[in-house]
């Protein structure tokens, strides 16, 4: 099975992606200098490019070849939750799906752990679920 992640983005916030990952362009370029390496060259131009071109949109995708993942009929109304809905916490989904908390938070820790979601703190030290990608093709 091939599971293709699709993120959509605008070129600042591209340019925003960079700097959190290489502090500025000056430092990639140097870092570049020292190793020769390939990632660090493309990153370097496309961050050149799209500091030129703030409003162009850019796709990135990262595929993943598995047998491994599982994805049940729960797991895709889980997603589809998440990115539709935007919940505030794992208990909002649990309500919006009328089920229990405990059936719920095991699928999402599931899916969290293949990554196809991820969390951030929320109110009261809920966790927040969101998708960080925009599309999720699956290949069989």
Do not use: C
């Amino acid at each position: 099975m091939i599971i293709t992640l699709i993120k959509k983005q605008t070129g600042e916030e591209f340019v925003k992606d960079m700097e959190k990952e290489y502090g500025s362009l000056q430092k990639i370029k140097i870092a570049y200098e020292k190793s020769n390496n390939m990632k660090l060259l493309v990153d370097m131009e496309n961050w050149e490019y799209y500091k030129e071109h703030p409003k162009e949109t850019l796709e990135l995708s990262e595929s993943l070849i598995t047998d491994d993942i599982s994805l049940s009929k729960l797991d895709l109304l889980l997603l589809n939750t998440v990115k539709h809905k935007h919940p505030k916490s794992i208990r909002e989904i649990a309500t919006i799906l009328n089920k229990n908390v405990s059936s719920i938070q095991p699928q999402l820790k599931k899916l969290e752990s293949e990554g196809l979601i991820k969390f951030k703190e929320g109110n009261k030290n809920s966790l927040v679920p969101y998708l960080t990608y925009d599309d999720i093709k699956i290949t069989i």
